[in-house]
């Protein structure tokens, strides 16, 4: 994956600005909120649902034969932008050690509700595997 960065830009912290992705097959994982493979919310704090959410994630590339490393895309549906701030760094330390390292495109908003009831995110990504 090749990162985009314009002339005069500063690096983005934390995702890219933009990315070529590689030939190769594309995998498109749902939202997924921070929830089991019970469907149990087991944390009821966003950082604990956060790192939920990424494991299931992870596992889900997994099927497809994909690794964190060839996510391509990741956007963050938020309840609470102000829970999302106080929590960022958190958030970091739970993510490099579920994810690792980051150069994808990566949106955050924060929106109105879940269809899930108790969820504090919603996590989405496009991963791309590379042709061999």
Same mark, same amino acid.
């Given at each position: 994956?090749?990162?985009?960065?314009? *002339?005069?830009? *500063? +690096?983005?912290?934390?995702?890219?600005?933009? =990315?070529?992705? *590689?030939?190769?097959?594309?995998?498109? =994982?749902?939202?997924?909120?921070?929830?089991?493979?019970?469907?149990?919310f087991r944390a009821a704090d966003l950082v604990g649902q956060a790192a939920q959410a990424l494991?299931?994630?992870?596992?889900? +590339?997994?099927?497809?034969?994909?690794? *964190?490393?060839?996510?391509?895309?990741?956007t963050w549906y938020l309840g609470d932008k102000d829970e999302y701030d106080v929590s960022q760094?958190?958030?970091?330390?739970?993510?490099?050690?579920?994810?690792?390292?980051?150069?994808? #495109?990566?949106?955050? #908003?924060?929106?109105?509700?879940?269809?899930?009831?108790?969820?504090?995110?919603?996590?989405?990504?496009?991963? #791309?595997?590379?042709?061999?």
């Open positions: 994956m090749k990162t985009l960065v314009p *002339p005069g830009w *500063p +690096l983005a912290k934390g995702y890219s600005h933009g =990315v070529v992705a *590689p030939r190769g097959q594309m995998v498109f =994982v749902a939202g997924q909120v921070g929830w089991d493979e019970k469907c149990i494991k299931n994630i992870v596992a889900i +590339l997994a099927e497809a034969g994909a690794r *964190p490393e060839h996510i391509v895309r990741m760094k958190e958030l970091g330390r739970v993510f490099r050690e579920i994810i690792g390292t980051y150069g994808a #495109v990566m949106t955050a #908003v924060q929106v109105a509700g879940f269809v899930e009831k108790g969820a504090k995110v919603e996590i989405e990504v496009t991963a #791309v595997i590379p042709d061999a």
